[in-house]
T-cell receptor, first 112, second 112 residues
C-alpha cells in the first residue's frame, strides 16, 4: 500500500519569507498524481497544487511551487512571500487509480 | 464549497445508534468518496464510488456502509456507532480524473 510521510508536524515562518514543507511517499507504481492541500481553521480542504508523476517539470501556482524528485519519491512544497492567510494545515496526498492517501499534515504558522 | 454539500455539519450520537451522513454533488461527477480525518493522521479513505451502482472499499471501510443509487448522492451509513468512529468526515468528488477534488465542508461526528 502507498504511504505518505510528512516529517514536520509544525513549522513557522515570518511574513514575506520563504518556507518549504517536506513530503515523501512510498509506492511501486510508476503513474500517479501528487497534491498539496491547505486546510485553514475553517476546516475546508483547498487544493494548492498538483503534479503528474510523468511530468518532469515542477508545477508552480503563483507563490506556490513544488520540488518533485521522482527517484527519491520526494514532493516538497515551497511557499514564497508568505502571507498571514497561508497559516493552515498542509497535507500532501498521493493518488493512483482510485486510491488517494494523505500524509499526517504540517501545521504552518505565518508570523507578522 | 461549490458543488459538494454535506449534512449535517455536527452530530452527537450514543454508542450503538445508527445514522446516515448525506453527501450530494451537482457537478454530474462520476467519482465520489468519503474520508475521515483524525488528529495526527490526515485523511483516510473509507469508501468510494466510480458511478451509480458501483462502490468499493478504501483504506478504513469497517463499520461503514455506502450505496450509490444516483449520480448526485453518496450517503455514508454508520449501522452501530462506536466511540472509535468519532471523527470529522469529508465527502469529496474529483470530477475528471485530473481535476482537483471538491470537498464538502465536513461533518464533525462525536460518539459517546
Amino acid at each position: 500500500a502507498q504511504t505518505v510521510t510528512q516529517s514536520q508536524p509544525e513549522m513557522s515562518v515570518q511574513e514575506a519569507e520563504t518556507v518549504t514543507l517536506s513530503c515523501t511517499y512510498d509506492t511501486s507504481e510508476s503513474n500517479y498524481y501528487l497534491f498539496w492541500y491547505k486546510q485553514p481553521p475553517s476546516r475546508q480542504m483547498i487544493l494548492v497544487i498538483r503534479q503528474e508523476a510523468y511530468k518532469q517539470q515542477n508545477a508552480t501556482e503563483n507563490r506556490f511551487s513544488v520540488n518533485f524528485q521522482k527517484a527519491a519519491k520526494s514532493f516538497s512544497l515551497k511557499i514564497s512571500d508568505s502571507q498571514l492567510g497561508d497559516t493552515a494545515m498542509y497535507f500532501c496526498a498521493f493518488m493512483n487509480n482510485n486510491d488517494m492517501r494523505f500524509g499526517a499534515g504540517t501545521r504552518l504558522t505565518v508570523k507578522p | 464549497n461549490a458543488g459538494v454539500t454535506q449534512t449535517p455539519k455536527f452530530q452527537v450520537l450514543k454508542t450503538g445508534q445508527s445514522m446516515t451522513l448525506q453527501c450530494a454533488q451537482d457537478m454530474n461527477h462520476e467519482y465520489m468518496s468519503w474520508y475521515r480525518q483524525d488528529p495526527g493522521m490526515g485523511l483516510r479513505l473509507i469508501h468510494y464510488s466510480v458511478g451509480a451502482g458501483i462502490t468499493d472499499q478504501g483504506e478504513v471501510p469497517n463499520g461503514y456502509n455506502v450505496s450509490r443509487s444516483t449520480t448526485e448522492d453518496f450517503p455514508l451509513r454508520l449501522l452501530s456507532a462506536a466511540p472509535s468512529q468519532t471523527s470529522v468526515y469529508f465527502c469529496a468528488s474529483p470530477g475528471q480524473y485530473l481535476q482537483p477534488q471538491h470537498f464538502g465542508d465536513g461533518t464533525r461526528l462525536s460518539i459517546l
